[in-house]
């Protein structure tokens, strides 16, 4: 079983839309990564977040710990935003290390 | 604003051979990371160091997979004698509590 799920897995959406990236967890934490990954393949931290909300220019991101589901929003998407976004846990052990999601590979078309 | 940076971006290598990726990590930070991505795959955890030796290691960090801090600054992954299944993008990352990670733009290792 998968410890992290996202979904959807691929994602396309027309510029300007609205766009929702989820993510479930089975097992417990302290905070949860958002991440971006562009072709080429460099990782970028979007966000850590442990409750609530939090807000980045055009990104929204959200989790509830009671449900173990987090939700990552583009506001206005734009062909620029066409990545890999990947949800990320820290799970066991001392050194927190991160339990990664599959990613949504999403892809704006203008 | 601080990098994490990883040389060479890009190694071809023949099987059987070593290779030693390097990391520059974030100077204050305490933990450091290396992490695999397989082409198509998700992002797999490796090792993590802290306090200049391992504190975990995955299954997948065998004996033929060594790290090393030798100088305060570089952090090194060696694979001693690589085979066709470690063709991946390695990810260097460095993090400092509470803090979160930053990673590295990563060594795409293609091994023939």
């Known amino acids: 079983k998968n410890e992290v799920e996202q979904s959807p897995q691929n994602l396309t959406a027309q510029e300007g839309e609205f766009i929702t990236i989820n993510c479930s967890y089975s097992v417990g934490i302290s905070a949860l990564h958002w991440l971006q990954q562009h072709p080429g393949g460099g990782i970028v931290s979007l966000f850590m977040?442990?409750?609530g909300k939090k807000k980045h220019g055009r990104l929204i991101a959200t989790i509830n710990i009671q449900e173990k589901h987090s939700s990552l929003h583009i506001t206005a998407s734009h062909p620029r935003d066409s990545a890999v976004y990947i949800c990320a846990v820290p799970h066991g052990g001392a050194t927190n290390k991160l339990i990664f999601g599959t990613g949504t590979l999403l892809a704006v078309q203008p | 604003e601080p990098e994490v940076t990883q040389t060479p971006s890009h190694q071809v290598t023949q099987m059987g051979q070593e290779v030693i990726l390097r990391c520059v990590p974030i100077s204050n930070h305490l933990y450091f990371y290396w992490y695999r991505q397989i082409l198509g795959q998700k992002v797999e955890f490796l090792v993590s160091?802290?306090?200049?030796?391992?504190?975990?290691k995955s299954e997948i960090f065998d004996d033929q997979f060594s790290v090393e801090r030798p100088d305060g600054s570089n952090f090194t992954l060696k694979i001693r004698s690589t085979k066709l299944e470690d063709s991946a993008m390695y990810f260097c990352?460095?993090?400092?509590?509470?803090?979160?990670?930053?990673f590295g733009s990563g060594t795409r290792l293609t091994v023939v």
């Open positions: 990352a460095s993090r400092i509590p509470p803090g979160g990670y930053t």
């Open positions: 977040l442990s409750s």
């Open positions: 160091f802290y306090n200049n030796e391992i504190s975990e």
